[in-house]
């Protein structure tokens, strides 16, 4: 059965420090990797995506996420957080017809 | 600008009521979601529609119900609300014009439904 596991359900974290959410999948065949992010009273928007090609993606606002086959993973980095990204954090992946989510990761970065 | 509304963004309701989420997008996409989000499970979709006329249940479909008379549409509906429905519902469009699993997801703003 399709399913994500998101390593880390709550993140404290400094301005400047450096960041990676771990995402974790299991599926069988081919699968197309997102993260979205959920701001405070916002709505849910995408931040990159991997269908093929270069493993290493670079998303909105500094976010790049690394797809390694081998390890089923595709996790989120940013290399200096801002207190802006203070946020929810959400791995998603797409197989077939069907879109599973993780149960998210929530940031927390002190000013 | 074309948009994905929900509404109303605020519910409170009483087991066994029946309870209806709208959902409207603008964005003429064929494709519509429902997800519900809970603590500790992230999204879970509730019933997806791929056009006019098709629905199809999702992984926590059980006490609801959806249909699609036009392109705009998909509203929720609880047949009889129950307490464990109490949770955040997001609905979500994407275009329906490329392979399905390569397309990004507009959400919602979000419902809030209580039931006491």
């Known amino acids: 059965a399709q399913s994500v596991s998101q390593h880390n359900h709550h993140v404290i974290l400094s301005e400047a420090a450096s960041l990676e959410l771990g995402c974790n999948y299991s599926?069988?065949?081919?699968?197309?990797l997102f993260w979205y992010v959920q701001y405070p009273g916002q709505h849910l928007q995408l931040l990159l995506k991997?269908?093929?090609?270069?493993?290493l993606v670079k998303g909105i606002k500094g976010f790049e996420a690394e797809f390694i086959k081998s390890k089923f993973s595709f996790n989120l980095r940013k290399p200096s957080v801002q207190w802006s990204d203070t946020a929810e954090y959400f791995c998603?992946?797409?197989?077939?017809?069907?879109?599973?989510f993780g149960a998210g990761t929530r940031l927390f970065v002190k000013a | 600008d074309a948009e994905i509304t929900q509404s109303p963004r605020h519910k409170i309701t009483e087991t066994g009521r029946q309870v209806t989420l709208a959902c409207h997008q603008t964005?003429?996409?064929?494709?519509m979601f429902w997800y519900r989000q809970d603590l500790g499970h992230g999204l879970r979709l509730i019933h997806y529609?791929?056009?006019?006329?098709?629905?199809n249940k999702g992984e926590v479909s059980d006490g609801y119900s959806v249909s699609r008379s036009n392109t705009e549409d998909l509203p929720l509906t609880l047949e009889s609300a129950a307490s464990s429905q109490t949770s955040v519902y997001f609905c979500?469009?994407?275009?329906?014009?490329?392979?399905?699993?390569?397309?990004?997801?507009?959400f919602g703003p979000g419902t809030r439904l209580l039931v006491l």
């Open positions: 979500a469009s994407s275009p329906g014009l490329a392979g399905v699993s390569q397309e990004t997801q507009y």
């Open positions: 599926y069988g065949g081919t699968v197309n």
């Open positions: 991997y269908f093929s090609g270069d493993p």
């Open positions: 998603a992946v797409m197989g077939g017809f069907k879109t599973i």
């Open positions: 964005w003429n996409h064929n494709n």
């Open positions: 529609s791929y056009g006019v006329q098709d629905t």
